[in-house]
């Protein structure tokens, strides 16, 4: 038997004041982000097949509501970016909802704006929740490179050879913008290169120390043997293969290509209370920006300026930045005009390591913001395309302090139901490894007045939150709750909030 709650607690909602603190006093029509995902993104053409984009976008919108815990029904619009979408077939947003079971009265707008899309969709979907046109939206964007086809003329095909045009080439990056970019002021082809290196050494020690687990979510692909697989991590390139092609390609336009999906459900504070749920941060402002396409490089830098003279903030007052590095030469050039500390620009690398599914690349930094922050610190995303179109979006990460909770130990809540073994081993590992250090309650999914987590983890469980705020689900993560118990000791040590 276990030592720590032999009785399961049939709990829908619990008080608010429990958990939501100073933040409760905020406006109650803040937008906020209740989850925050994104899929590994798997190499262009690399070790695995490629899934088409709408399941992409499926893995992630329905893997982005369960960490949610938002009621499904309350979700009453989507808007989610493809940008490569020829053959995909109508509606490419519509698919990626129904696919992740979604009611079909859900209204979905598919959005497409080159390397801004994810972005784009976040600020509608803010926009939708703050006008009140849904209780709760999903944003974010998905992308296929792999699956992009050629394309050729619809013309009467004559005797004698004809060509194809890659549609990757012409819908994605475009001969024409190869070449006009102009060369950063003071930035060499070596400090692009050793940027990219950078870069590509914060990506790797960041995964080797977990920091993308609470945002990633697993693939599960079907080899060419029918065997599946569980994608579960970004897919590594060796090093020497990254710097070949930036040496041997144009310096400001990465060559890093890559399959993926990200989402997040946002919804509004007064909503956030009324569920019982803990968002991860929330949504300050917005802006854009548009130059002329050869200056591109100066795009992200306006609109960052703008953003920060209309919400009264300074540089010195962002503790993160994630400027995409889609086109690599910009966050140079962006350090280098608002002399930011290269340290907080990308802090676990960028696209120029990862990869860049073109409608994904926005939606994937605010996902890493929004995990990435320490309670209580601001952080600013930028992104822009090759036309010269910027977007820059500014957070601030939601603290809490747990209240009337004993010598401020984590409390757990485990989503489970009767007669489940995987419940049973899940809870046995706990003892092991944690015994003594955490309170727990279990919630019957199968009871009536917990219908709503029926419909969110029917084929899940288990599913664990820590202090309310999703951590894992099918099994025990025991790095990741180690860590995040580690994290709360020392800021009990500090006497800062508890996150």
């Not at 976008?57 to 009621?71: N, S, T």
């Not at 990219?196 to 914060?202: I, W």
């Not at 003279?309 to 350090?335: F, G, K, M, Q, R």
Request: with cysteine; hydrophobic share 40%; charged share 20%.
């Amino acid at each position: 038997m276990h030592r720590l709650c032999q009785k399961l607690v049939h709990v829908s909602r619990i008080s608010s004041a429990r958990y939501l603190t100073d933040y409760g006093g905020k406006d109650l029509n803040d937008v906020v982000i209740a989850s925050a995902v994104r899929t590994p993104i798997t190499g262009f053409n690399g070790n695995y097949p490629a899934l088409p984009v709408a399941k992409l976008g499926a893995v992630a919108i329905d893997a982005a509501l369960k960490h949610a815990a938002v009621p499904p029904e309350s979700v009453q619009q989507v808007y989610f970016g493809n940008v490569l979408a020829a053959g995909v077939g109508q509606a490419p947003a519509r698919q990626a909802t129904l696919l992740a079971g979604l009611s079909k009265r859900v209204c979905c707008t598919t959005v497409s704006a080159s390397s801004v899309t994810g972005m784009k969709t976040i600020m509608f979907a803010a926009q939708a929740v703050r006008l009140r046109l849904t209780d709760a939206a999903i944003a974010g964007g998905m992308e296929s490179l792999s699956n992009v086809p050629y394309y050729m003329p619809r013309t009467h095909l004559h005797l004698g050879d004809f060509t194809m045009q890659d549609g990757l080439v012409s819908d994605g990056i475009p001969e024409e913008f190869k070449n006009k970019f102009p060369k950063t002021p003071g930035v060499t082809k070596e400090d692009f290169i050793n940027y990219a290196k950078e870069s590509y050494m914060r990506m790797r020690k960041a995964s080797r120390a977990g920091l993308f687990d609470l945002e990633l979510v697993p693939l599960r692909i079907m080899q060419h043997s029918r065997i599946p697989v569980m994608v579960t991590e970004d897919e590594e390139r060796p090093l020497l293969s990254i710097m070949d092609e930036l040496t041997n390609y144009n310096e400001h336009i990465s060559p890093m290509m890559g399959d993926g999906a990200s989402a997040l459900v946002l919804t509004t504070n007064e909503r956030a209370m009324e569920w019982n749920i803990k968002p991860l941060a929330r949504i300050i402002a917005y802006n854009e920006s548009k130059t002329d396409d050869s200056d591109v490089l100066t795009a992200p830098t306006l609109a960052i300026k703008r953003l920060l003279h209309h919400t009264n903030y300074t540089v010195n007052d962002v503790s993160l930045w994630e400027l995409d590095d889609s086109i690599s030469a910009v966050p140079l050039a962006v350090i280098k005009e608002l002399e930011l500390n290269p340290e907080k620009v990308n802090a676990h690398g960028g696209a120029v390591s990862l990869g860049n599914p073109i409608a994904m690349s926005g939606a994937r930094l605010v996902t890493h913001l929004a995990h990435a922050l320490d309670p209580g610190q601001i952080g600013c995303a930028a992104v822009t395309n090759e036309s010269g179109n910027a977007s820059a979006l500014l957070i601030e990460k939601i603290s809490y302090n747990e209240e009337g909770v004993k010598n401020k130990i984590p409390h757990l809540t485990l989503y489970t139901k009767d007669n489940c073994a995987l419940c049973d081993e899940l809870l046995n590992e706990l003892e092991i490894y944690f015994d003594g250090q955490y309170t727990i309650e279990k919630v019957d999914i199968t009871k009536k007045e917990n219908v709503r987590f029926l419909r969110l983890y029917r084929n899940d469980i288990p599913v664990l939150f820590f202090n309310g705020q999703f951590l894992c689900m099918h099994k025990l993560n025991v790095n990741l709750l180690g860590r995040k118990m580690e994290e709360l000791r020392m800021k009990n040590t500090d006497g800062t909030n508890i996150q």
